[in-house]
């Protein structure tokens, strides 16, 4: 009897990829892969060619419609959702009301109301969710928490981060789905709870009140005035997007030409949407000032029009500072700029440019020390982070960091960022627990 715990995924877009490659090849020992459902039958099909092409059978693949009906027939254990952001609540809790666990992609979910049916269905079924915060499992933020975790700031005070999306990275966001709000819950929700959750990781904090500001200063129709625009609406077949660096081709990448230009009659969708195009409801340019329960404060920026691409961190505390800088690529070529970062498939490949990470530690009386970096560290993958990840989900590796992201992580995260946006819309300060008030 084959004892390998039974795999379905929901959401058959670019991101689905590392996941089913990991399940169908990396643990194939003790991990199947049983079927997918999408709104796309395209897409599933396209994920189950390169699954062939791997020398993995292709699974079954189900409308996204019959979703409980595809957990039920193919008897599974644990679903993965990687579908848009905003039908992320709707999937977890029908798996986990069909007696299914759940790993599901950043963010949970993309509202206050969406969180709690999670956190309620998580408790009245016992079964289990795992948010995929792969940033956990970056080999230098576990650095970071092992030396916060020893002691050598002593008490915490502030951080200050900052992290940059290049005019690639950051382009891309405004091309696809998440350029609508309804759908991704913004920037601070998307990708900025990436951060949040590190920093609540870092210093085993929760967060209490956030005070924000942030506009759409370089993308959308501002982008009339800096001189980038273009007149398209998409760039696939559109005289106007010759050398735009901005246009992404879809037609020069076999990967997503085949997962969205030879989709798009089944649904529509259209990923190479111009990004200075009308109907940009995001934000390109936030500030946020988070206080935590411990009392220390947070300030945070985020920009996604930048040249090069990369974070900063500054850990203060009553021993003295710890400062993390990575540059994943120090600038964008011309020729490079229309591409998506890394890969077609986020994530697998690494940028082109060159990058180089520090991490100092700045004690009182003492000369500063700059840490080695650890072993593991990568400039692919997230920083290798991606299959560490994968390892700890799919029960191949020990996770003594903690570093697996419950229900409860998830949520946290995701009320950081939405206190966020809320407090740009009022102008003042929110209380996190206004919004959700979490035991």
């Known amino acids: 009897m084959d004892a390998r715990r039974r795999y379905a995924l929901v959401g058959a877009g670019a991101r689905a990829e590392m996941f089913l490659r990991a399940l169908a090849v990396d643990h ?66 029908a798996a ?14 993309v509202d206050a109301e969406g969180c709690r049916r999670i956190l309620d269905a998580v408790e009245r079924t016992g079964k289990r969710v795992q948010v995929a915060f792969n940033y956990r499992f970056n080999p230098l933020h576990e650095a970071v928490r092992e030396v ?3 002691g050598e700031l002593g008490e915490i005070g502030s951080v200050h981060f900052e992290w940059l999306l290049d005019v690639r990275h950051g382009a891309d966001y405004f091309r696809r789905w998440h350029r609508d709000k309804a759908n991704s819950g913004g920037l601070l929700v998307h990708k900025s709870g990436h951060h949040f959750d590190l920093v609540n990781w870092w210093l085993g904090a929760e967060p209490a009140q956030v005070y924000a500001d942030g ?33 992404l081709r879809l037609r020069d990448n076999p990967r997503l030409r085949e997962l969205y230009l030879d989709a798009e009659a089944d649904d529509g969708y259209r990923r190479d949407q111009n990004v200075f195009a009308p109907g940009v409801t995001i934000e390109d340019d936030m500030a ?32 003295g500072r710890l400062e993390l800088e990575v540059v994943e690529s120090d600038h964008v070529s011309a020729a490079g700029a229309g591409e998506v970062k890394g890969a077609a498939i986020h ?28 072993a593991g560290y990568s400039r692919s993958g997230h920083g290798g982070a991606d299959s560490r990840m994968t390892d700890v989900l799919f029960g ?44």
């Not at 501002?222 to 980038?228: K, M, T």
């Not at 206080?291 to 974070?311: F, Q, S």
């Not at 994530?347 to 650890?374: D, H, I």
């Open 28 to 93: 194939a020992g003790t991990a199947e892969l049983v079927a997918l459902a999408d709104v796309n039958p395209s897409r599933m099909a396209a994920h189950n060619r390169w699954l062939t092409g791997l020398g993995v059978p292709a699974v079954p693949t189900y409308p996204a419609a019959e979703f409980t009906t595809m957990l039920a027939a193919e008897r599974v254990d644990e679903v993965l959702v990687t579908s848009v952001d905003r039908t992320h609540a709707d999937y977890v809790v």
């Open 96 to 109: 986990l009301e069909a007696g299914c666990d759940v790993i599901t992609e950043k963010p949970m979910t």
């Open 148 to 150: 916060l975790a020893a």
């Open 215 to 247: 506009r759409l200063f370089f993308y959308g129709e501002a982008g009339q005035r800096h001189g980038y625009a273009r007149d398209y609406e998409r760039a696939h077949d559109a005289p106007a997007a010759e050398g735009d660096p901005f246009a």
């Open 288 to 319: 946020v000032l988070v206080r935590y329960d411990t009392g220390a404060t947070m300030t945070y920026h985020l920009t996604a029009y930048a040249p090069w691409e990369g974070y900063r961190l500054m850990v203060n505390g009553s021993r």
């Open 347 to 374: 994530g697998v490949t690494e940028a082109e440019e060159q990058g180089r990470a520090t991490l100092t530690l700045r004690p009182f009386w003492a000369p500063p020390r700059e840490l080695p970096l650890p």
């Open 396 to 439: 191949a590796a020990k996770d003594p960091l903690e570093r697996s992201a419950t229900a409860r992580d998830g949520a946290l995260a995701l009320l950081t960022g939405l206190a966020a946006n809320r407090s740009i819309e009022i102008g003042s300060p929110v209380r996190v627990a206004d919004l959700l008030d979490l035991p």
